[in-house]
T-cell receptor
């Protein structure tokens, strides 16, 4: 299972764009990259998933370079409610394989 | 769609007693369910993987006789913490997967266990 490395924490202000980068040097050919968001005392919530290039949904964008050894989650115009821990995970897409959570990135958004 | 529930949301018990936590996929059939434990300000730690109708696969360091997992149907998995002790106090989270190529794992809201 590919290990992921993220910054421990990040600070931002409301209205700014936040980019959180994740390193996954040992990603396998069949692996997809998935990002989850977790608020205190809640289960993680799916944000976005991608394999290569760029993926965008109503919440975020995910940028994946050609070598796929890293990925960047982009949150446009964050608000206070985006304060949470963000986890980057790498795993086989059918997701019957286990997911191993890294440390995650604790994002704090200030007014 | 793809909602996972857990019951109870929080439980307080005395040391030495057993506690059962239920994880249900409400609107889909989950071929695989996972159980995690999370201590304050730490990441989720995978405890075990359970497939419907078969024995759970436990991660290294997780006592299978202490954390009993039953995945009796495609919509229900249970985690029983036997002879609970204060060090078992934690946030327990389950997730479920349909096992389809376009699917991610869906997480439950978690169960806060406090052992006195």
């Amino acid at each position: 299972l590919a290990k992921t490395t993220q910054p421990i924490s990040m600070d931002s202000y409301e209205g700014q764009e936040v980019n959180i980068t994740c390193s996954h040097n040992n990603i396998a050919t069949n692996d997809y990259i998935t990002w989850y968001q977790q608020f205190p005392s809640q289960g993680p919530r799916f944000i976005i998933q991608g394999y290569k290039t760029k993926v965008t949904n109503e919440v975020a964008s995910l940028f994946i370079p050609a070598d796929r050894k890293s990925s960047t989650l982009s949150l446009p115009r964050v608000s206070l409610s985006d304060t949470a821990v963000y986890y980057c995970l790498v795993g086989d897409r059918d997701n019957t394989d286990k997911l191993i959570f890294g440390t995650g990135t604790r994002l704090q958004v200030f007014p | 769609g793809a909602v996972v529930s857990q019951h109870p949301s929080r439980v307080i018990c005395k040391s030495g007693t057993s506690v059962k936590i239920e994880c249900r996929s409400l609107d889909f059939q989950a071929t695989t369910m996972f159980w995690y434990r999370q201590f304050p300000k730490q990441s989720l730690m995978l405890m075990a993987t359970s497939n419907e109708g078969s024995k759970a696969t436990y991660e290294q360091g997780v006592e299978k006789d202490k954390f009993l997992i039953n995945h009796a149907s495609l919509t229900l998995s249970t985690l029983t913490v036997t002879s609970a002790h204060p060090e078992d106090s934690s946030f327990y989270i389950c997730s479920a997967s349909r096992g389809l190529a376009t699917e991610t794992q869906y997480f439950g809201p978690g169960t806060r266990l406090l052992v006195l």
